[in-house]
């Protein structure tokens, strides 16, 4: 079975821009060492990405705090993580979840089985949203998330994000 990482919005807004947090800081570099152990053409990078109208969006006007707009400095990947990046799969989603990684996952999925293993940002919103996508596209393929490699909003989100995917059969492991 071929090994697939999703690495999920390390983005430097949400690491130490307008939605950074110390738990978020915390995980890069175990998040870049994750990386090294995959062979680069095996991960998957997403990018929170949304226009200078974020606020009139939905999310926008429930969340607004302006972030990951496209080609600023927040929006960029951490350093640490676009240095083992730089040949993988980068793809933009405007919204939590990513229909076009599931498609693309799905399709790799009917060439080769896949293992799929999730880390990033923020476990209780983007990991979530993706992890149970991919779930309900392929339920029969293995999904894991290294919740020692996530951090969510606060660790109260973090923890219940990760006992939702738990009751939705992905597999939480890590430290």
Not at 70 to 90: F, M, N, R, S, V
Not at 115 to 125: A, K
Request: with cysteine.
């Amino acid at each position: 079975m071929r090994k697939i990482l999703v690495v999920i919005d390390m983005q430097k807004d949400f690491i130490d821009g307008s939605l950074g947090t110390a738990e978020a800081q915390a995980i890069v570099g175990a998040v870049a060492e994750k990386m090294k152990s995959y062979e680069k053409v095996d991960i998957y990078v997403t990018r929170d990405t949304h226009g200078e109208d974020y606020l009139q969006t939905a999310e926008g006007k429930k969340l607004p705090v302006v972030h990951c707009v496209k080609d600023t400095e927040g929006w960029q990947l951490h350093p640490q993580i676009a240095a083992q990046a730089d040949k993988a799969h980068i793809i933009d989603k405007p919204t939590f979840g990513s229909v076009a990684l599931m498609e693309l996952l799905r399709e790799e999925n009917e060439r080769e089985p896949l293992v799929i293993e999730l880390v990033g940002l923020c476990t209780d919103i983007c990991v979530v949203s993706n992890a149970l996508l991919l779930k309900a596209a392929m339920p029969e393929v293995e999904i894991r998330v290294d919740k020692g490699c996530c951090a969510g909003v606060t660790p109260e989100t973090h923890q219940a994000a990760l006992a939702t995917m738990e009751m939705c059969q992905i597999e939480v492991e890590g430290l």
